[in-house]
């Protein structure tokens, strides 16, 4: 209910995928999906434990670069304020300007030590073997 008390509209949901396409298990689980009482809660519980273990398994395979940041096994890779300034910037999304002014310092001073970790941690995942080039091109192509 929205605040003035008056169900809000909302859109219709997406109609439902051809059965013909499906397993036994998924029909049966998107029939009690859309059901109630126990076998409902039952399917919810299910789609929990699933959503549940792929979020834990994303959160794994990014360990293995989040480690650079956190100043895990390589500490070395990025200095301390670095790991600050690039974590601020690019995972806290706080504003450039707004940092310097909380560092005492100047936005060019910022971006250079951005641009000197980027530099550090693009060497660091070459060497482990990773293909930075086409990271890159998937980010931009994903961002048009």
Known sequence: MGTDGVQPDLPDPPAPAQSDSLDADSRRWLQDLGSSGHAHDDAVRR????????ARFAVSRRRRTATYLRGGDHDESVSAHQREVLVAVTLNAIPIDVLAGRLNTTRGALYKTLHDARK??????????????SMNERTRQHER
């Open 47 to 54: 789609l929990h434990d699933l959503l549940l273990r792929a």
């Open 120 to 133: 550090k941690l693009r060497h660091e995942l070459t060497a482990q073997g990773l293909d930075i080039s």
